[in-house]
Nanobody, 115 residues
Framework: VQLQASGGGLVQAGGSLRLSCAAFGSTWTISAMGWSHQAPGKQREPVASITSGGRTEYVDSMKGRFTISRDNDKNTVYLQMNSLRPEDTGVYYC??????????WGQGTQVTVSS
C-alpha cells in the first residue's frame, strides 16, 4: 500500500485547510485510515482515524475543529481542519492500517499556521 498526502500549506490562525490522502496498491487490505501530527521538535502523535465502516476517533485537542472523512470508492481519506491554531503547525502524516495489523505511512504534508 502506498499513500500520497497533499493539501498542506501556510494559513493564518483561524483559517482552514483540507488535507487529502490517496491510497494505492493493495487498498482492499486497508481496514482503517488516519492522520498523525508531528509538531517541530516533538514526537508524532495521532490526530484522527476512520474505519472502512465510517467510525471515527479524534484526539481531544482536535475535536470540534477537525473532521476526518473517507471516500472508499476513491481510496482517499480527508482531514478538514478549521479554526487552525499556531500549535497545529507541523507535518501531517497519513496512515493506513491493514486487516493484518500492518501500518503504512505517507510522506507527510507541511501545515504552517501563522499567528
Amino acid at each position: 500500500v502506498q499513500l500520497q498526502a497533499s493539501g498542506g500549506g501556510l494559513v493564518q490562525a483561524g483559517g482552514s485547510l483540507r488535507l487529502s490522502c490517496a491510497a494505492f496498491g493493495s487498498t482492499w487490505t486497508i481496514s482503517a485510515m488516519g492522520w498523525s501530527h508531528q509538531a517541530p521538535g516533538k514526537q508524532r502523535e495521532p490526530v484522527a482515524s476512520i474505519t472502512s465502516g465510517g467510525r471515527t476517533e479524534y484526539v481531544d485537542s482536535m475535536k470540534g475543529r477537525f473532521t476526518i472523512s473517507r471516500d472508499n470508492d476513491k481510496n482517499t481519506v480527508y482531514l478538514q481542519m478549521n479554526s487552525l491554531r499556531p500549535e497545529d503547525t507541523g507535518v501531517y502524516y497519513c496512515k493506513a492500517l491493514s486487516q493484518r495489523g500492518a501500518y503504512y505511512w505517507g510522506q507527510g504534508t507541511q501545515v504552517t499556521v501563522s499567528s
